[in-house]
């Protein structure tokens, strides 16, 4: 079962119009919707803003039968190359807000934890190629930085690109990314970026949404069609 999350309403609406079969199943702050995509058997789910929200939805997949989940939506972009509307694919996820500094722990470093959580290279290659198809934008593949904070000055991104590497930042990927490296499950986050140090954030990302749903779609699609067994 291959499960679809986004943040957001908007992030997931083009998608949850196109399931067939849907089912909804219900939990306590989490509702997920269960049919088919491209043939593909899949949940999909909002699962809120920030932290703790995506690994409680992420908890809640994996106990609804999730073998592989996907994370799409949008980021603040922090490679210098990326614009407004180009994709980043993860390599990895690291969460950019943890400091146990006095411990004599990394900064983003939990202890008992990784440093940094890899991920699937298959999922990985087929949102690579999938989001090859989307004309028009960069694809990227790099690092994620999740945090509860919404970074929108020069100073804070250039942070997250010197220390971290960061391809673009979020609130949501790394904490799905450490649960599902805790479970032993594939995982890919796929981010669309909205807004970046050159721009107005609030401006950018109010304008650039419907077209960022639109990629989202487009890459996560052509996912399922790539994932799906050729008769």
Not at 188 to 202: K, L, P, Y
Not at 217 to 225: F, H, I, S, T
Request: hydrophobic share 45%; aromatic share 4%.
């Amino acid at each position: 079962m291959l499960a679809i999350m986004g943040a957001m309403d908007e992030e997931i609406e083009l998608l949850l119009a196109d399931l067939q079969a849907p089912e909804t199943l219900t939990f306590s702050g989490v509702t997920l919707h269960k049919g088919t995509l491209e043939g593909v058997p899949v949940l999909l789910t909002r699962g809120g803003i920030g932290k703790v929200n995506a690994a409680l939805t992420t908890a809640y997949l994996l106990m609804q039968g999730a073998t592989q989940v996907i994370f799409t939506g949008v980021a603040g972009g922090v490679h210098p190359e990326l614009r407004v509307g180009d994709i980043v694919v993860s390599t990895d996820c690291v969460q950019h807000d943890v400091d146990v500094g006095a411990l004599g722990y990394e900064l983003g470093s939990i202890p008992g934890e990784l440093p940094a959580w890899p991920a699937d290279e298959t999922l990985r290659a087929v949102a690579l190629e999938a989001a090859r198809d989307v004309e028009g934008v960069r694809v990227l593949d790099g690092r994620v930085a999740s945090g509860d904070q919404f970074i929108a000055s020069r100073e804070g991104v250039q942070r997250l690109w010197t220390l971290f590497g960061a391809a673009c930042a979020e609130m949501e990927g790394a904490a799905v990314a450490q649960v599902c490296s805790k479970a032993g499950v594939p995982f890919v986050i796929i981010r669309s970026v909205s807004d970046t140090a050159d721009h107005d954030a609030n401006v950018d990302y109010r304008t650039f949404m419907p077209l960022v749903a639109r990629h989202a779609k487009q890459v996560v699609r052509g996912m399922l069609a790539r994932l799906t067994p050729q008769a």
